[in-house]
């Protein structure tokens, strides 16, 4: 159980390649004893961007505040303050601020690798010679 304002969380530099003044929060993970899902918010300065990249699990994204740009490979796609952003697996992507504020939003992500679905209502082992 954890209850905490957002602002005790401690705000983080993320510091790799093709990211721009953006910062992250862990608002809720691993170190928390969640089993399946972590929480972040992160936090782009006016013209701050994340890194241009694909993962094999989908993002879940809700803006709680400010506007910006979804960067795909072939478009971009403006979004806005309590829009909610869904991108596929493996699709090329980048979020940033084109705005003159500050960009929050949360972002939801699973621990471990997304696992393979069956198409088999059954499971994957052959069933009554199926």
């Known amino acids: 159980m954890k209850v905490t304002h957002f602002n005790e969380i401690p705000l983080e530099n993320v510091d790799i390649e093709g990211v721009k003044d953006t910062k992250i929060r862990w608002l809720i993970s691993q170190k ?65 601020n084109d705005g003159d504020t500050l960009l929050r939003f949360l972002c939801a992500i699973p621990h471990k690798k997304a696992q393979k679905v069956s198409q088999n209502p059954l499971g994957d082992s052959p069933v009554n010679n199926c």
Not at 47 to 69: A, C, N, R
Not at 79 to 94: A, G, L
């Open 32 to 96: 928390d004893n969640a089993p399946n899902f972590a929480l972040r918010m992160f936090e782009l300065e006016p013209g701050g961007f994340t890194p241009l990249h694909t993962h094999d699990w989908e993002h879940e994204v809700f803006v709680i505040q400010g506007s910006g740009t979804l960067v795909l490979k072939n478009e971009t796609i403006p979004f806005q303050q309590w829009d909610v952003i869904y991108i596929d697996p493996n699709f090329e992507h980048r979020f940033r």
